[in-house]
């Protein structure tokens, strides 16, 4: 039994800032990576941001310089703090826990746990 869960999501202003959560059970975090993935409307869900066990991260071109992931072994979870967010930032945004190790740990396919979601509207 794994759960992904996360949390955080709402509308935010252009130039605002916004934090997302990941909590994960029934699945030893510290010993996954965890990513962020979003889909916009009429879009393929993209890699926002992934951070591994020991902590190596990724961040999309888009968002590097913006968004921080970061992880708490302890409680299972993982954040994606987002900066300056960006009206094409909108979107609904997912956390998953990697299963696969076929690519990178960027890559949407090596996840196979994946939360519901959580919208991110960007927006005056």
């Known amino acids: 039994q794994v759960q992904v869960v996360e949390s955080g999501g709402g509308l935010v202003q252009p130039g605002g800032s916004l934090s997302l959560s990941c909590v994960v059970s029934?699945?030893?975090?510290?010993?996954?990576?965890i990513g962020w993935f979003r889909q916009a409307t009429g879009k393929e869900r993209e890699p926002v941001s992934c951070i591994t066990d020991d902590v190596s991260t990724y961040y999309s071109d888009s968002v590097k310089g913006r968004f921080t992931i970061s992880r708490d072994n302890a409680k299972n979870t993982v954040s994606l703090h987002m900066n300056s967010l960006k009206p094409e930032d909108t979107a609904v945004y997912y956390c998953?826990?990697?299963?696969?190790?076929?690519?990178?740990?960027?890559?949407?396919?090596?996840?196979?746990?994946w939360g519901q979601g959580t919208q991110v509207t960007v927006s005056s």
């Open positions: 029934g699945f030893r975090l510290g010993q996954h990576a």
């Open positions: 998953a826990a990697r299963t696969n190790y076929r690519n990178n740990y960027y890559y949407p396919d090596e996840y196979g746990y």
